[in-house]
Antibody, heavy 118, light 108 residues
Framework: VQLEESGGGLAQPGGSLRLSCEGS????????INWVRQAPGKGLEWISY????????SYADSVKGRFTISRDNARNTLYLQMNSLRAEDTGIYYC????????????WGKGTTVVVSS | DIQLTQSPSSLSASIGDRVTITCRTS??????LNWYQHKSGKPPKVLIH???HVQIGVPSRFSGTGSGTEFTLTISNLQPEDFATYYC??????????FGQGTKLEIK
């Protein structure tokens, strides 16, 4: 059972990146998935959530209107389209699953690093 | 949005000690309070869910209690591998599923 993020890298302020999170070893379409990030020297910040079917989506205020979460259950993959990037978006981005909304995030990817800098 | 406040922000303890970390929520979370351990370079790991349910595979020295808006994580008989940062997180009702600011546990 694992999640694996990819797509991180260096982006300029105002630029875009697309992160991916591929699941394996479990029935991907049965799980809600979250994106959680950690800025350098800071704590964990929940930033987005999508239900198993993709019918419900939520964002933290810090990314609302700039980031878009989506999923392709046929490909067992979750995405995070990140636009209008800011320096404060720099950090490690993790995807993490939960079985239902009230359940904990029980499987996490290893994370992918995003650096926003000119 | 529900706010989570952890205390202390950091603490020093010795091997074999018992430590307690507190998490206060700004409103009820219906008992849907989870605790995670996070070590540098690794993803977070859930220790306890729904206030007091220890995840399978987590040592029994970890325990959680609480109700209403106050919750605690207790680690008994501290081991070297327990030195990490601990976060509470609420998964009640609807997003945002906020985290506390973290408590860094260091070796004295």
């Amino acid at each position: 059972v694992q999640l694996e993020e990819s797509g991180g890298g260096l982006a300029q302020p105002g630029g875009s990146l697309r992160l991916s999170c591929e699941g394996s070893g479990f029935i991907f379409r049965s799980y809600d998935i979250n994106w959680v990030r950690q800025a350098p020297g800071k704590g964990l910040e929940w930033i987005s959530y999508i239900t198993s079917s993709g019918s419900s989506i939520s964002y933290a205020d810090s990314v609302k209107g700039r980031f878009t979460i989506s999923r392709d259950n046929a490909r067992n993959t979750l995405y995070l389209q990140m636009n209008s990037l800011r320096a404060e978006d720099t950090g490690i981005y993790y995807c993490a699953r939960d079985r239902v909304a009230v359940a904990p995030m029980d499987v996490w990817g290893k994370g992918t690093t995003v650096v926003v800098s000119s | 949005d529900i706010q989570l406040t952890q205390s202390p922000s950091s603490l020093s303890a010795s091997i074999g000690d018992r430590v307690t970390i507190t998490c206060r929520t700004s409103q009820t979370v219906g008992g849907n309070l989870n605790w995670y351990q996070h070590k540098s370079g690794k993803p977070p790991k859930v220790l306890i869910h729904a206030t007091s349910h220890v995840q399978i595979g987590v040592p029994s020295r970890f325990s959680g209690t609480g109700s209403g808006t106050e919750f605690t994580l207790t680690i008994s008989n501290l081991q070297p591998e327990d030195f990490a940062t601990y976060y509470c997180q609420q998964s009640y009702n609807a997003p945002p599923y906020t985290f506390g600011q973290g408590t860094k546990l260091e070796i004295k």
